[in-house]
């Protein structure tokens, strides 16, 4: 089942902070974020794993509660280059389920 | 380090055809997943080869069969081709944690398949 993404679409002035939910029915291994700008591929930002071990960018910071089955994704001090869809990705038995996404838009 | 590349960036094919999308990995990764992307959706899991085999599939129909070379490089084919089909096809590349979970994952910059 797809993980489910709060806010579905945000918009943002420079500098502002913002959080982007992932809430999963099923007990997860990991939970991934990824960006895709309009036309592109997704970029990897940050993958965190059940045991506590992250992986990622350094401006980019979330958390992942295993007994919730749910991830946040903190965006801080927001820049124009922060635009984009956000997907988190959930993994089960190895595969990752994809999330509807949650459109960011940073205006100046 | 050269990232993931596919080929062709786009296609068109008409309904019924057939169709080959190709993949070569990250230098040094030996996972390869396939992805289908609506306009407007997120990436929906096809399928995962690692060691030549299909490793796990989502929920997309026989019509939808790949294949992995000993260099990694993979292939997607779509028989029978419908409508539906039209979408973004991602190729994501990876080095298996040894049943530990999916590591990184890096996309491909897509095929963009249009059927009519």
């Known amino acids: 089942q797809q993980p489910v993404q709060s806010p579905q679409a945000v918009i943002l002035r420079e500098g502002e902070d913002a959080v982007i939910n992932c809430s999963s029915s099923?007990?997860?291994?990991?939970v991934h974020w990824y960006r895709q700008k309009h036309g592109e591929a997704p970029v990897f930002l940050m993958i965190?794993?059940?045991?506590?071990e992250q992986k990622g960018h350094e401006k980019i910071s979330a958390s992942f509660n295993e007994k919730k089955q749910q991830s946040s994704l903190y965006l801080t001090a927001s820049q124009l280059s922060y635009s984009g869809t956000y997907f988190c990705?959930?993994?089960?038995?190895?595969?990752?389920?994809f999330g509807t996404g949650t459109r960011l838009t940073i205006i100046p | 380090d050269a990232g993931v590349t596919q080929s062709p960036t786009h296609l068109i094919k008409t309904r019924g055809q057939q169709v080959t999308l190709r993949c070569s990995p990250k230098?040094?990764?030996?996972?390869v997943s396939w992805y289908q992307q609506a306009l407007g959706q997120g990436p929906q899991f096809i399928f995962q080869?690692?060691?030549?085999?299909?490793?796990q599939r989502g929920n997309f129909p026989d019509r939808f069969s790949g294949h992995q070379f000993p260099n990694y490089s993979s292939e997607l084919n779509v028989n029978a081709l419908l409508l539906g089909d039209s979408a973004l096809y991602l190729c994501?590349?990876?080095?298996?944690?040894?049943?530990?979970?999916?590591?990184?994952?890096?996309f491909g910059p897509g095929t963009r398949l249009t059927v009519l």
């Open positions: 994501a590349s990876s080095l298996r944690r040894g049943g530990l979970g999916t590591d990184t994952q890096y």
């Open positions: 099923k007990a997860l291994y990991s």
């Open positions: 965190l794993l059940k045991g506590g």
């Open positions: 990705g959930t993994e089960s038995n190895e595969k990752l389920t």
């Open positions: 230098s040094g990764h030996d996972t």
């Open positions: 080869y690692y060691e030549e085999e299909e490793r």
